[in-house]
């Protein structure tokens, strides 16, 4: 069964930081691991996808890279604002899934401080 | 283009009631698949739903139930709640595809009393 854990539960640090999230997925076969932000009471908004064949992917100021043999991944914030504050969640889909359902992890809850 | 929608935003029921959720894809979209996320936890698979049937299942009771109607659009059921019921319980649909990212909705805050 897969579990996957994120390190750690809750950050806080002060604007302009730059932050690494982790991630950490028991059964390396997967097809891709994605990367989510959710704010207070709100739903889960997509950030990164990373394909198991894929290394890292990238997006403005957000770096995510996936090591499959070691199940892990890191999410590499650069220049933290205080609109960064959120809950990050890393979720991966596994191969012998018949559809694709994500097994999520217990999220890291990010407090960027002005 | 409209994104994922989920109705109602709110819910108050009393232990033992039913409720129905509701969830319309994004356009485009013909998988929907329901999670369930309790406070300060990480969502959980509940089922997907492709072409009208099931596809896949999470370790939920059969109280837990769905259906997909020919516009693709989702409804979630459950019966007999439970205070440990309460939850956020989101809906995300994507392309059947292997690859396809899942967009999810903002979710339906469900509270048992």
Not at chain 1, 75 to 94: E, H, K, M, N, W
């Amino acid at each position: 069964k897969q579990e996957v854990t994120q390190i750690p539960a809750a950050l806080s640090v002060p604007e302009g930081e730059n932050l690494v999230l982790n991630c950490s997925f028991t059964d390396s076969a997967i097809y891709n691991l994605q990367w989510f932000r959710q704010d207070p009471g709100k739903g889960l908004t997509s950030l990164l996808l990373i394909q198991s064949s894929q290394r890292e992917q990238t997006s403005g100021r957000l770096n995510a890279s996936l090591d499959k043999s070691s199940g892990r991944s890191t999410l590499y914030i650069a220049a933290s604002q205080p609109g960064d504050s959120a809950t990050y969640l890393c979720a991966v889909r596994g191969l012998y899934n018949a559809g694709n359902m994500l097994t999520f992890g217990g999220g890291t809850r990010l407090m960027v401080k002005p | 283009d409209a994104g994922v929608t989920q109705s109602p935003t709110h819910l108050i029921k009393t232990r033992g009631q039913q409720v129905t959720l509701r969830c319309s894809p994004k356009s485009g979209h013909d998988t929907v698949s329901w999670y369930q996320q309790a406070l300060g936890q990480g969502p959980q698979f509940i089922f997907q739903y492709y072409e009208e049937e099931e596809r896949q299942r999470g370790n939920f009771p059969d109280r837990f139930s769905g259906h997909q109607f020919p516009n693709y659009s989702s409804e979630l059921n459950v019966n007999a709640l439970l205070l440990g019921d309460s939850a956020l319980y989101l809906c995300a649909s994507s392309w059947t595809g292997v690859e396809s990212p899942l967009h999810f909705g903002n979710g339906t805050r469900l509270t048992v009393t």
